[in-house]
């Protein structure tokens, strides 16, 4: 594994296209385009990585996988009441099928999904302890308290955030969101800003290949079918409109983050974090698709067959 | 293997709710609700099945599997320049984006992609041979000579096709189709009234579990990366709007039809046909899905772990 | 009068920018973009005109003046269950609202809501002899029976007619034609072929400018409210997308079609007919609506005050 | 005059449908549905009403031709970039139009474009000021001091604004606002909760049937040229999706108001004022409509003929 994890490092780092750096917030736009890490754990727990796989950088929609996690485990079904669990198309048709389906977002993982989400995480707790408990989880998840937020980041996308304010009160004038919509998107802005190096994301992620188990099976997360059914939407609806382009070319659930990050899930056999900076144009990592690519053609691990 | 698909097919027998037999045309709304079979034809070429899995049926949107393969092999990747590979949305947005993306299907599933399909295939034949040629094709998969069209049904579909017929002229308007529409339309309807049993079916869908190859092993049908290709097309793509919640339940690539028919695949291990007429409120088969997704509990046969 | 005419043709033969005339069939495109007609019949029956107001052109969409006509005349309000009255929208939008208010078209005047209308027309006659009868129409009110059909301009229009053809089968899918789609389309084909100067065109227009009537009174085709209330059409919904821009550059209601040609009303003073073949880029004469914003304001014809 | 408003006022009363007031705030849901008034302000100044026309209601919507007008005068055709000038069609299709059009709204008097305007006069003054500059303008117009806001309104309208909310944060995502989006929606809020009784508001709107003009000629508000633009904008956009119900049955311009009132414009004759609280579907004031029809038939002072 070690030697198939250099060997993408090396090609990627010598790859001349990269893609663009998400620069709607400065905060972003001032990342290293040339930066590349790729973490795997294993289901044994055993962790290979390569590259900048120490380094933190903003895990933006990835943290969705996890607030999705909790609102699953803490309110079952009825979680479905508040989102679908269809792809949602391009971005043009993601606002009218909002429209036309009365509110309620397509599924967890578009934005204005995560954002009905996140208003169902604070229907479980104190609202405004919503982000620590996020922040918790995910600490819990990968074992690691040092986990924390990039406050920058959180204020810069709060300031440059009207796409996502206007999601969040029309999904509120349907009668979707319990909370005001400013303090939703306050949830939703901050775990978005978390911050994670691709050996603690891929570390986080490892339930979702271990059937909902954390710690070598002593404590469980969620159900074994709760596993599979977040790991079915992550294939589904995990990279917008390239969900579709995503299965066809790597075959595993995966969730992207404008970031550059990558979570991809093998199921019962590892969790993978890529992190490559620079994005195609539908907002996916561009070398982190690629890398996966190369890992899934080494290993056999497509979920489609080998 | 036998024992389980005897009680599923006695579970559904028992079931009182059976959804809708479609009924836009009468060759479909007199179909028996109360048929019920299932047929899983493992990777290494063995055969179970119970309930009326040797009964014909209209296999209809399932023969867009089939078509698209032979379009596959046919023209290899030139094929994404008529048509896309990314889920669609409902109905309702698929006119929309169908304008939205100038004529280009979203996928070869749908039937605005199906038809596009049809179109392809038409390039690589005589135009007038390409049906026999489909025909062909699925006898060669199925190796059974005695598969046919039913003729009533396809002079049905095209007396009551206004909505497929607006597609096809839809396509035509931005030039993305080759061949004249009403003659597209010709083979697109009898293609979809290819009449065949669970049986017959599970067999055809084999290669797609065993990496492109059929006869154990002697015949390639197509290349171990475009099967697992085609697997992502279907769980992404194969049951309209309703693909989401299949693969949330189910959790196999699947590809259905609006005679109740359903293929699922379950790669490297077999390929499964069930059929059931009534359909839920998307069009897919009610009691084919609950079948399929009871197959998977007790075999593990997920693609998202177990 | 005269004088004024005679100025704008003056005009509007020194101007250099004069749009794009029609391509998308030949005989359309090669029409002389220096053509300019106008003439102007008052509510008194005389006549003036200027430039080239002798030749015939294509009216093409300006039928639908007169098949709509017809149409309210034959069927009275029961016309309105086929076809609505309110703008379209931009064309993007015509074929989402047509599928959201399930094939009804929402006015006479765009493509669709025409081709319902060309439905109903023959719905009040034998079918085949619908275009005859348009024919009869539009000559008795031009008081010309040398008026015909452009044979050339119909087929060419067939051929090309992927676009129609498919709102036709749209329509017909919502149970919104009587007859079959492709008879429906041959009548409106035909309709729009109809040839006429602009001489022709305005003295044709008259009975929407004297509240019904023709030939000094003698003959009425129309109620009174009915010339209202298709004056009010023309002004909504007779520009397409561009229909609220005509209404605040020029204030009249009015008709265009693809060949160049504006009818337009002055009601209670007079009919209006302009041609210049190139059209701006929304599909509207570029140069016949200027002259009619010169016309207008010189003789203070605007219906939103003086 | 006198007499025709008496009879329309008794027939009025005397009508069992009178439509739904609106209810989603409750100072509007608690008004009664009986009311009902009239009044004319003739080009000359005179005066005459009927019924209620003394007593303020919140004119809601009807405030945005005000508003417009400010912009318009005081930006010049630079309104343009900021706002289009055609018809919208439905709800549904507004918010999609807006996304297609780059949140540029279609007209000035959807709530879209209202905001965008209402952001427009803030740029021309102190932003904080720019309601109380509304109200001046809306007192020297109605020669009338004592025209205020209604607070309790305005409060509400914030409190339930979720979906102009989304609207002016939709508009601000493409850089159309240069104010912050909830400092916008203040001054909106505002300025459709001002209260004004028939009276007041048929005077206020006579500069629309004066070419500009109010104290019989002696100041100029706006070009002729502006008032004619802005009556063909209430013709074609004043009544939402019911913009062409209204011009084939009323044939004036006319904006409605959600409180139940409509300010129509008969050009270089007269502006009426109606208010009845029950709404038809689109809302729009059902008997304010029907009022307006009945005036209309009797006067013959519709724009498309008599």
Redesign the interface.
Known sequence: MQAILDEIAKTIAASPERGQVASYIPQLARVDPAKFGIAVVLADGSCCSAGDAGEAFSIQSISKVFTFTMALERLGDAIWERV???????P??S???L??ERGKP??PFINAGAIAVADAVMQTCQPHQAVGEILQFVRLLADDGNIGLDAKVARSEKQSG??N??????I??FGNLQHP?PAVLDTYFDHCSIAMSCAQLARAGRY??T?GMIESGATRVIS?QQ???I???M???GHY?????F??RV?L?GKSGVGGGILAIA??KASIAVWSPGLDKIGNSKLGTQALEMLVARTGW?????
Chains 1, 2, 3, 4 share one sequence.
């Open positions: 679908g669990r269809e792809p949602s198309g391009d043009f048709n606002i009218v099928q429209e036309h397509r599924n009207d796409r304010a206007s999601l969040a009160h029309f509120a004038s919509a979702l290949a059937a074994e596993a599979r059914r790991n079915s939407l294939l589904m609806c409109d390239g969900s579709g382009e299965a066809y075959g659930p199921p019962s497509s979920i489609f067959g080998h």
